[in-house]
């Protein structure tokens, strides 16, 4: 049972949160922050719960229309090796993908974390034009 209890917490210390746009990517780990979108004029803004982490445990991804925010919440150091009598918070990787309605530009997404809520401002690019006049050049023979 030693083992087992070592080889587990091995695993959890090693763990790697990989990209959720990883090829091939299994789902990862219990822990779902929730979340909430709003649409504003001009822009989205994602908010996310993550309470008890750094920015650091924090990853934000941008690939075409969709934002990815993953990371871990690691169990507090003074934690480790001790047996929980209870446990109902939860530990690991986690991962949330939001599909937005439009193309992302990602140099334009801010980010910054306050009392655990994660705040992703998205602006809205500006409409490209649909229609537009073409001119005809003139050729003489």
Do not use: W
Request: charged share 30%.
């Amino acid at each position: 049972m030693e083992c087992l209890k070592e080889d587990m917490k091995r695993l959890v210390e090693d763990s790697v949160c990989p990209s959720p746009f990883a090829a091939g990517l299994k789902r990862l780990g219990q822990f779902r922050p929730l979340a909430d979108v709003v649409e504003t004029a001009g822009g989205f803004l994602i908010l996310v719960e993550l309470p008890g982490l750094e920015r650091e445990d924090v990853s934000l991804e941008v690939h075409g229309s969709e934002l990815a925010v993953f990371g871990e919440r690691k169990p507090p150091a003074e934690l480790v090796g001790a047996a929980f009598q209870s446990m109902e918070r939860f530990y690991g990787c986690f991962s949330r993908r939001f599909a937005l309605p439009m193309e992302i530009d990602p140099s334009s997404v801010e980010a910054r974390m306050r009392a655990g809520l994660l705040h992703v401002l998205v602006p809205k690019r500006p409409p490209k034009p649909e229609n537009r006049n073409i001119a005809i050049s003139f050729e003489e023979e």
